[in-house]
């Protein structure tokens, strides 16, 4: 088994490889003048199993395109396996025709990466699990709320109150909970798909003079830990936390979540950012053993 070290992820490559004792492929990589996407493996993949690791976050298509050239490019040179490691796998939240006259995005993704030459994926809490049925080869996912979760235990916030953003998120609060402790529940939110509104509210909550750390898968724009952190000021939580494992973090989100009132924002470097405080390579070396093994 050989790791290829994805343009998008380097450092988590190198990370997982050498917790995972493995030899690594280096990418030469460059855009084209007019835009177009070029890579090059560096090393030997004949007859090796090969585990490229690259995350799809913004620019989604070019990481996409580069995954896809990846791994056409290791077959092309003689290994026996592709492993895509994507951790933060774009698109996957159209994983259902939401409104008439639209696809499923995260199936397309799943055959263009089939037809590139991808065997198997690995991916780290992705946003509905049923999304991994529109694959054709083997795919699973991994959960980063526990290494989340001791983040805050090594800070010295076990016992802290574990809060979901929303019931669909229930899961993962009680996996962080698992970890801290302390308690744990959920908002209620409602999105309108047209607008991209949503509401949402705390009722039944007791937080009052605890600290609470909202997690959550992803956090893009923001809007629903600012929303969920107006919600646990007002019932009296004495600290706002909140940490996920996809900080996409569009625009001036991490402002918006601190001016809301949160302390900190922590995510992982799944989306490699500054507040990529908890590294998925243990999480990633232990299911590459796993696969080795299995
Ligand atoms: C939604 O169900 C997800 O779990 C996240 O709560 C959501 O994608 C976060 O988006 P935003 O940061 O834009 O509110």
Redesign the pocket.
């Known amino acids: 088994m050989k790791v290829v070290l994805g343009p998008a992820s380097r450092e988590l490559g190198e990370k997982t490889a050498e917790l995972s004792g493995l030899e690594t492929v280096g990418v030469a990589y460059k855009a084209f003048p007019d835009g177009e996407s070029y890579v090059r493996l560096e090393g030997s993949v004949r007859d090796e199993h090969v585990v490229i690791v690259q995350t799809t976050s913004a620019p989604q298509d070019s990481r996409l395109m580069q995954l896809a050239f990846l791994a056409g490019a290791s077959k092309r040179n003689g290994a026996c396996k592709v492993t895509a490691v994507v951790p933060y796998l774009g698109y996957a ?1 159209q994983d259902k025709m939401f409104l008439e006259g639209e696809g499923v995005s995260v199936e397309t993704v799943a055959c263009m990466l089939n037809a590139a030459g991808v065997d198997s994926l690995v991916t780290v809490n992705i ?1 509905a699990e049923a999304a991994l049925k529109k694959f054709p080869f083997p795919a699973k996912t991994l959960s980063a709320i526990p290494l989340l979760a001791e983040y805050f235990v090594e800070k010295g916030y076990g016992k802290a109150f574990a809060l979901a ?2 019931k ?2 229930m899961y993962i609060a009680e996996q962080a909970q698992r970890v801290l402790g302390g308690g744990a529940g959920h908002l209620e ?1 409602k ?1 309108d798909r047209y607008t ?1 509104q ?1 509401t949402q509210t705390g009722e039944g909550l007791k937080v009052k003079g605890q600290p609470v750390i909202i997690f ?12 969920a952190a107006k919600i646990l000021r007002e019932l009296g939580a004495a600290n706002i936390f909140t940490a ?1 494992v996809h900080p ?1 973090l ?1 625009g001036d ?1 991490e402002q918006r979540i601190l001016g809301a009132g949160v302390d900190e924002v922590v995510g992982t470097d799944s989306v490699p950012s500054h507040v990529s405080k908890v590294s998925l390579a243990p999480l990633i070396a232990k299911a590459l053993k796993a696969q080795e093994s299995g």
């Open positions: 939240r946003h953003p929303d669909g998120a939110k999105r991209g949503t959550d898968d992803i956090i893009s724009t923001g809007g629903t830990i600012v929303g996920c996409v569009v989100a």
